[in-house]
T-cell receptor
Framework: DAGVIQSPRHEVTEMGQEVTLRCKPISGHNSLFWYRQTMMRGLELLIYFNNNVPIDDSGMPEDRFSAKMPNASFSTLKIQPSEPRDSAVYFC???????????????FGDGTRLSIL | RKEVEQDPGPFNVPEGATVAFNCTYSNSASQSFFWYRQDCRKEPKLLMSVYSSGNEDGRFTAQLNRASQYISLLIRDSKLSDSATYLCVVRRGKLIFGQGTELSVKP
Protein backbone atom coordinates (compact mmCIF):
# COMPACT_ATOMS: atom_id res chain seq x y z
CA ASP A 1 0.00 0.00 0.00
CA ALA A 2 1.59 3.26 -1.09
CA GLY A 3 1.16 6.00 1.44
CA VAL A 4 1.41 9.70 0.83
CA ILE A 5 4.49 10.27 -1.31
CA GLN A 6 6.47 13.48 -0.98
CA SER A 7 9.48 14.62 -2.92
CA PRO A 8 12.19 15.57 -2.49
CA ARG A 9 12.96 14.13 0.95
CA HIS A 10 15.64 16.75 1.53
CA GLU A 11 16.43 19.99 -0.19
CA VAL A 12 19.22 22.45 0.48
CA THR A 13 19.30 25.58 -1.61
CA GLU A 14 20.45 29.17 -1.52
CA MET A 15 18.15 32.00 -0.59
CA GLY A 16 16.41 33.58 -3.52
CA GLN A 17 15.99 30.30 -5.36
CA GLU A 18 12.62 28.84 -6.25
CA VAL A 19 11.67 25.71 -4.32
CA THR A 20 8.97 23.26 -5.42
CA LEU A 21 7.71 20.55 -3.10
CA ARG A 22 5.58 17.73 -4.45
CA CYS A 23 2.95 15.46 -3.01
CA LYS A 24 1.09 12.44 -4.32
CA PRO A 25 -1.91 11.55 -2.18
CA ILE A 26 -3.14 8.10 -1.28
CA SER A 27 -5.40 6.85 -4.04
CA GLY A 28 -9.00 7.67 -3.21
CA HIS A 29 -8.15 10.43 -0.74
CA ASN A 30 -9.81 13.66 -1.82
CA SER A 31 -8.54 16.04 0.88
CA LEU A 32 -4.96 17.23 0.85
CA PHE A 33 -3.17 19.34 3.44
CA TRP A 34 0.18 21.11 3.44
CA TYR A 35 1.83 21.66 6.85
CA ARG A 36 5.04 23.26 8.00
CA GLN A 37 6.83 22.19 11.18
CA THR A 38 9.51 24.14 13.04
CA MET A 39 10.84 23.93 16.56
CA MET A 40 9.55 27.40 17.37
CA ARG A 41 6.05 27.20 15.91
CA GLY A 42 5.30 23.49 15.87
CA LEU A 43 3.08 22.02 13.17
CA GLU A 44 1.09 24.63 11.26
CA LEU A 45 -1.45 24.15 8.50
CA LEU A 46 -0.58 26.19 5.43
CA ILE A 47 -3.40 25.29 3.04
CA TYR A 48 -5.83 22.49 2.31
CA PHE A 49 -7.81 21.26 -0.66
CA ASN A 50 -11.03 19.28 -0.94
CA ASN A 51 -11.62 17.67 -4.32
CA ASN A 52 -8.72 19.69 -5.78
CA VAL A 53 -10.26 23.01 -4.69
CA PRO A 54 -8.40 25.20 -2.16
CA ILE A 55 -10.62 25.60 0.90
CA ASP A 56 -8.49 27.48 3.41
CA ASP A 57 -5.19 29.16 2.61
CA SER A 58 -5.15 31.42 5.66
CA GLY A 59 -2.02 29.70 6.94
CA MET A 60 0.06 30.54 3.90
CA PRO A 61 2.66 32.92 5.33
CA GLU A 62 2.93 35.36 2.44
CA ASP A 63 2.75 35.80 -1.30
CA ARG A 64 6.02 33.99 -1.79
CA PHE A 65 4.14 30.77 -1.04
CA SER A 66 1.73 29.20 -3.49
CA ALA A 67 0.09 25.79 -3.76
CA LYS A 68 -1.71 24.04 -6.56
CA MET A 69 -3.61 20.83 -7.02
CA PRO A 70 -4.11 20.39 -10.76
CA ASN A 71 -5.62 16.91 -10.37
CA ALA A 72 -6.57 14.37 -7.73
CA SER A 73 -3.17 12.70 -7.73
CA PHE A 74 -0.74 15.57 -7.47
CA SER A 75 -0.09 18.77 -5.55
CA THR A 76 2.77 21.24 -5.36
CA LEU A 77 3.86 23.82 -2.83
CA LYS A 78 6.11 26.49 -4.27
CA ILE A 79 8.23 29.08 -2.51
CA GLN A 80 9.59 31.88 -4.65
CA PRO A 81 11.90 33.48 -3.73
CA SER A 82 12.98 31.34 -0.79
CA GLU A 83 14.39 32.83 2.41
CA PRO A 84 16.36 31.28 5.31
CA ARG A 85 13.33 31.58 7.61
CA ASP A 86 11.47 29.17 5.32
CA SER A 87 13.74 26.37 6.54
CA ALA A 88 11.48 23.73 8.07
CA VAL A 89 9.98 20.31 7.52
CA TYR A 90 7.04 20.48 5.13
CA PHE A 91 4.49 17.70 5.44
CA CYS A 92 1.73 16.75 3.07
CA UNK A 93 -1.22 14.83 4.53
CA UNK A 94 -4.30 13.39 2.89
CA UNK A 95 -7.66 12.11 4.05
CA UNK A 96 -11.04 11.00 2.77
CA UNK A 97 -13.42 13.93 2.86
CA UNK A 98 -17.12 13.25 3.39
CA UNK A 99 -19.42 16.21 4.12
CA UNK A 100 -20.68 16.08 7.69
CA UNK A 101 -18.17 13.46 8.79
CA UNK A 102 -15.44 15.01 10.89
CA UNK A 103 -13.45 12.08 12.22
CA UNK A 104 -11.57 10.99 9.11
CA UNK A 105 -7.88 10.46 9.99
CA UNK A 106 -5.16 12.25 8.10
CA UNK A 107 -2.23 10.27 6.75
CA PHE A 108 1.06 12.10 6.56
CA GLY A 109 3.88 11.74 4.10
CA ASP A 110 7.49 11.46 5.25
CA GLY A 111 8.02 15.19 4.83
CA THR A 112 10.50 17.34 2.95
CA ARG A 113 13.33 18.72 5.04
CA LEU A 114 14.07 22.12 3.54
CA SER A 115 17.14 24.18 4.35
CA ILE A 116 17.57 27.60 2.83
CA LEU A 117 21.10 28.94 3.20
CA ARG B 1 -1.91 32.22 23.59
CA LYS B 2 -1.99 29.12 21.39
CA GLU B 3 -5.34 27.56 20.59
CA VAL B 4 -4.11 24.13 21.77
CA GLU B 5 -1.77 24.11 24.74
CA GLN B 6 0.37 21.26 26.00
CA ASP B 7 3.16 20.91 28.51
CA PRO B 8 6.23 20.57 26.25
CA GLY B 9 8.03 18.26 28.68
CA PRO B 10 10.27 16.39 28.32
CA PHE B 11 8.80 13.71 30.53
CA ASN B 12 11.50 11.26 31.54
CA VAL B 13 10.05 8.10 33.08
CA PRO B 14 11.26 4.57 33.82
CA GLU B 15 9.87 1.57 31.99
CA GLY B 16 6.64 0.41 33.52
CA ALA B 17 5.64 3.84 34.79
CA THR B 18 2.25 5.42 34.21
CA VAL B 19 2.42 8.79 32.53
CA ALA B 20 -0.32 11.34 31.90
CA PHE B 21 -0.40 14.11 29.31
CA ASN B 22 -2.73 17.07 29.57
CA CYS B 23 -3.99 19.41 26.91
CA THR B 24 -6.34 22.38 26.86
CA TYR B 25 -8.02 24.04 23.92
CA SER B 26 -9.44 27.52 23.80
CA ASN B 27 -12.15 27.37 21.13
CA SER B 28 -15.40 25.78 22.28
CA ALA B 29 -16.40 25.30 18.63
CA SER B 30 -13.82 22.52 18.30
CA GLN B 31 -15.55 19.50 16.86
CA SER B 32 -13.36 16.46 17.37
CA PHE B 33 -10.21 15.53 19.16
CA PHE B 34 -7.21 13.30 18.62
CA TRP B 35 -3.83 12.28 19.92
CA TYR B 36 -1.07 11.89 17.36
CA ARG B 37 2.37 10.44 17.95
CA GLN B 38 5.51 11.72 16.24
CA ASP B 39 8.82 9.90 16.41
CA CYS B 40 12.04 11.88 16.01
CA ARG B 41 12.46 13.08 12.42
CA LYS B 42 9.35 11.20 11.30
CA GLU B 43 5.83 12.15 10.30
CA PRO B 44 2.94 12.45 12.81
CA LYS B 45 0.73 9.37 13.02
CA LEU B 46 -2.74 9.07 14.49
CA LEU B 47 -2.62 7.36 17.86
CA MET B 48 -6.28 7.55 18.78
CA SER B 49 -9.39 9.65 18.57
CA VAL B 50 -10.79 11.05 21.81
CA TYR B 51 -14.47 10.72 22.71
CA SER B 52 -16.49 12.40 25.43
CA SER B 53 -17.21 9.06 27.05
CA GLY B 54 -13.50 8.31 27.27
CA ASN B 55 -11.89 5.56 25.29
CA GLU B 56 -9.18 3.00 25.75
CA ASP B 57 -6.84 1.22 23.38
CA GLY B 58 -4.67 -1.28 25.18
CA ARG B 59 -2.36 0.63 27.51
CA PHE B 60 -3.64 4.00 26.26
CA THR B 61 -6.65 5.82 27.69
CA ALA B 62 -7.94 9.13 26.37
CA GLN B 63 -10.42 11.43 28.08
CA LEU B 64 -12.25 14.54 26.97
CA ASN B 65 -13.97 17.12 29.15
CA ARG B 66 -15.83 19.51 26.88
CA ALA B 67 -17.00 21.70 29.76
CA SER B 68 -13.46 22.49 30.85
CA GLN B 69 -12.01 22.12 27.31
CA TYR B 70 -9.50 19.61 28.52
CA ILE B 71 -8.09 16.46 26.92
CA SER B 72 -5.86 13.86 28.50
CA LEU B 73 -3.86 10.80 27.51
CA LEU B 74 -2.79 8.17 30.00
CA ILE B 75 -0.15 5.58 29.15
CA ARG B 76 0.09 2.64 31.52
CA ASP B 77 3.05 0.27 31.84
CA SER B 78 5.17 2.45 29.56
CA LYS B 79 7.58 0.78 27.15
CA LEU B 80 10.85 2.01 25.65
CA SER B 81 9.05 2.12 22.31
CA ASP B 82 6.58 4.68 23.68
CA SER B 83 9.35 7.31 23.54
CA ALA B 84 8.10 9.95 21.13
CA THR B 85 6.38 13.32 21.02
CA TYR B 86 2.64 13.20 21.65
CA LEU B 87 0.58 15.82 19.86
CA CYS B 88 -2.83 16.94 21.06
CA VAL B 89 -5.00 17.82 18.08
CA VAL B 90 -8.41 19.41 17.73
CA ARG B 91 -10.53 19.72 14.62
CA ARG B 92 -12.30 22.98 13.96
CA GLY B 93 -12.85 22.52 10.27
CA LYS B 94 -9.14 21.94 9.93
CA LEU B 95 -6.77 20.18 12.33
CA ILE B 96 -5.01 22.36 14.88
CA PHE B 97 -1.98 20.82 16.53
CA GLY B 98 -0.51 21.46 19.94
CA GLN B 99 3.24 21.87 20.25
CA GLY B 100 3.57 18.32 21.51
CA THR B 101 4.83 16.73 24.73
CA GLU B 102 8.07 14.81 24.51
CA LEU B 103 8.21 11.49 26.32
CA SER B 104 11.39 9.58 27.01
CA VAL B 105 11.04 6.13 28.59
CA LYS B 106 14.27 4.86 30.13
CA PRO B 107 15.25 1.28 31.01
Amino acid sequence: DAGVIQSPRHEVTEMGQEVTLRCKPISGHNSLFWYRQTMMRGLELLIYFNNNVPIDDSGMPEDRFSAKMPNASFSTLKIQPSEPRDSAVYFCATAVYRPGVSNQPQHFGDGTRLSIL
Amino acid sequence: RKEVEQDPGPFNVPEGATVAFNCTYSNSASQSFFWYRQDCRKEPKLLMSVYSSGNEDGRFTAQLNRASQYISLLIRDSKLSDSATYLCVVRRGKLIFGQGTELSVKP
